[in-house]
């Protein structure tokens, strides 16, 4: 189909750079972006709507209101409230896996035991639901503990816990509902895997699988990966420690008996699969699963892939996957996350964004995450995480540079990113404080 209209739900980073991937293709009239953001209204073939990504009904409205012919679910939270499954029963296609297969990402607790089931290699673990419980299975797994929310908390319900003390505190805030609501009530405990950690993403139509661009993600706050843990504050791609073997070791272990899996338990999963790995002396095992794509590596995926993402995601829907060959650019790239004074935690919004204009680089793009406008049309800050600054190059120290030549042109009140984004894929690190 051609002069197709294209609905991307979600306001961050990641739905910026799918709406700019989307609006490349011939075959796309608009693209509509709920709620969207100050950066996807000012893209070429792009609208915003003024509809929450939660708002289901709203969502269903706008879609038929403007007679979308494809949906792209960007967040975790509609797919986990049955967006696909809503769309689906009125006749209208919308990509991203069912209510019940995005349980894999919604769940701590339905993904640990489903990896358990299908022998997918991740950490040792056990679900808790009193603090007792808890420290008796610390005394098996040692220290530090990772302990988990069991719902969805924007990628903040973490904690690693290096003292018997701090378990025990995080263990009593987080099953009293304190600290993530009703995503706590629940957490899963598990031993802490030791090793580097890489993003595997995959688009995925049942058995059908093709994998996307490799990339590495930077959850920490600060540089030297120290400080709290984040959504993430920057990311790279190609990830060089994954190499073609191990690529294929992820896919034989983890990517293909998670789909047969799903598959055979009656819920095939269609859609972006992200398995966050940590690459162990004992092989690849399963941090966790996210069920749609990452952010913030999607910005440094999207700005290298060459083909239409479009034909991408209708052959997954068509079940023609293996009718695709993607093309990317073989050149590095990498996204550093501009972010909000106080982030993860409290952070003001409304500073005006100054120096956007400025950026002028073909090989760079700046992507609108916490971005909103201003009654007099300034772009002004909204989220944590404010902006995703990509740069290509011919490695992955260029890239870095031409990523920071960038940032030093924008300017807002409190603005923070780390300057070592990439240095496991650069000998000499760059390295120093925030800025």
């Not at 209204?41 to 969502?59: F, H, M, Q, R, Y």
């Not at 294929?248 to 972006?272: K, N, Q, S, Y």
């Not at 990113?417 to 650069?426: S, V």
Request: aromatic letters at 6%; charged letters at 20%; hydrophobic letters at 45%.
């Amino acid at each position: 189909m051609s002069d197709m209209n294209v609905l991307v739900i979600g306001n961050g980073g990641r739905e910026h750079a799918l709406a700019w991937k989307i609006a490349q293709s011939p075959r796309v009239n608009e693209v509509i972006v709920a709620p969207g953001n100050a950066g996807t209204a000012a893209e070429a073939k792009c609208t915003n709507a003024d509809v929450s990504a939660d708002d289901i009904d709203g969502l269903l409205a706008l879609a038929k209101d403007q007679g979308i012919d494809l949906t792209v679910v960007g967040p975790e939270a509609p797919l986990a409230q049955g967006v696909v499954d809503t769309f689906q029963a009125h006749g209208l296609r919308c990509f991203g896996p069912s209510k019940q297969a995005a349980q894999l990402e919604a769940s701590k607790a339905f993904s640990k035991a489903f990896m358990q089931r299908h022998a997918i290699p991740t950490a040792a673990y056990q679900t808790i639901t009193t603090v007792s419980d808890g420290m008796a299975f610390l005394d098996t797994i040692g220290l530090p503990a990772v302990i988990k929310a069991d719902g969805l908390a924007a990628g903040k319900g973490v904690v690693i816990a290096s003292t018997r003390e701090r378990v025990q505190a995080t263990l009593e805030d987080m099953l009293s509902g304190n600290a993530f609501g009703q995503a706590g009530h629940q957490v899963v405990m598990e031993e802490c895997l030791d090793g580097e950690e890489a993003s595997f993403i995959v688009i995925a139509a049942g058995d059908d699988v093709l994998p996307m661009a490799t990339s590495q993600d930077h959850k920490r706050r600060d540089n030297h990966d120290l400080g709290p843990n984040t959504g993430g504050m920057g990311a790279y791609s190609p990830a060089p420690v994954i190499t073609p073997a191990l690529a294929e070791d992820i896919m034989t272990t983890v990517i293909r008996p998670t789909l047969a899996g799903l598959a055979a338990e009656g819920m095939p999963f269609v859609g972006f699969l992200y398995a966050g790995i940590m690459l162990t002396q004992a092989g690849p095992k399963v941090l966790e699963f996210n069920v749609r794509f990452g952010d913030p590596e999607t910005q440094p995926i999207m700005m290298r892939l060459q083909s239409d993402l479009v034909d991408l995601i209708e052959a997954a829907l068509d079940g023609e996957l293996n009718t695709q060959n993607p093309t990317w650019d073989q050149r590095s790239a990498l996204g550093v996350v501009m972010a909000s004074a106080g982030y993860p935690g409290a952070y003001a919004k409304g500073h005006p964004i100054l120096g956007l204009d400025q950026i002028d680089h073909a090989g760079v793009k700046v992507f609108h995450a916490g971005t909103g406008l201003s009654a007099t049309g300034q772009t002004v800050t909204q989220g944590g995480r404010v902006l995703s600054v990509v740069a290509l190059g011919e490695d992955v120290p260029t890239a870095h540079s031409r990523a920071h030549d960038a940032i030093a042109r924008i300017q807002f009140e409190g603005a923070f990113y780390r300057t070592d984004i990439g240095h496991r894929a650069m000998p000499s690190a760059a390295s120093g404080n925030d800025s």
